[in-house]
């Protein structure tokens, strides 16, 4: 049984018809998944198992591959922080605890309201901007303090 609603099942199966072999819509429709549930959750990777006629292990290996998709849910505003060599080196692990000291939750964790959460990440590709910040998969650039304080006042 999924938790999607029939109007999300409706977009998921018109997804995957657009494509000649379905199974190439897959990375679309988790994004669609964790944009409606921030989350993929057991019942979602069973459904798309059934969409697109493949192994739940094929659907599970994918959802968790990609840093992007999460199997608890995320807060509304998913704010990550590389924990990559060359940003470690740039300071992220102090940008961390000033997130985890503003937010008043510990990296892994979300805000009782549900609005933030806060994870690090593997290498987000912007090695040279390090400390890197992303928030709902938009890269933020160079961390500091400065502009961490700014990003949640805008995130309000
Ligand atoms: S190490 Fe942080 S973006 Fe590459």
């Not at 994918?62 to 990550?80: C, D, L, N, Y």
Request: proline content about 4%; hydrophobic content about 35%; glycine content about 8%.
């Amino acid at each position: 049984m999924s938790a999607l609603t029939l109007e999300q099942e409706k977009v998921l199966k018109a997804w995957a018809a657009r494509y000649p072999a379905p199974i190439m819509g897959l990375v679309e429709a988790l994004r669609q998944v964790q944009r409606w549930h921030r989350c993929v959750t057991d019942e979602d990777e069973e459904y798309l198992a059934r969409l697109f006629d493949v192994p739940r292990v094929r659907i599970h290996e994918v959802a968790t591959f990609f840093p992007s998709f999460t199997q608890k849910p995320t807060g509304r505003h998913r704010i990550g922080i590389c924990r990559g060599l060359s940003c470690s080196l740039a300071g992220s692990q102090s940008m961390c605890s000033c997130l985890e000291k503003k937010l008043g939750i510990k990296e892994g964790a979300s805000t009782p309201d549900g609005r933030f959460s806060l994870e690090t990440m593997e290498c987000l590709g912007a090695c040279e901007q390090g400390p890197a910040l992303m928030v709902n998969d938009e890269l933020k650039g160079a961390a500091t303090e400065e502009s961490i304080s700014h990003l949640l006042e805008e995130l309000e």
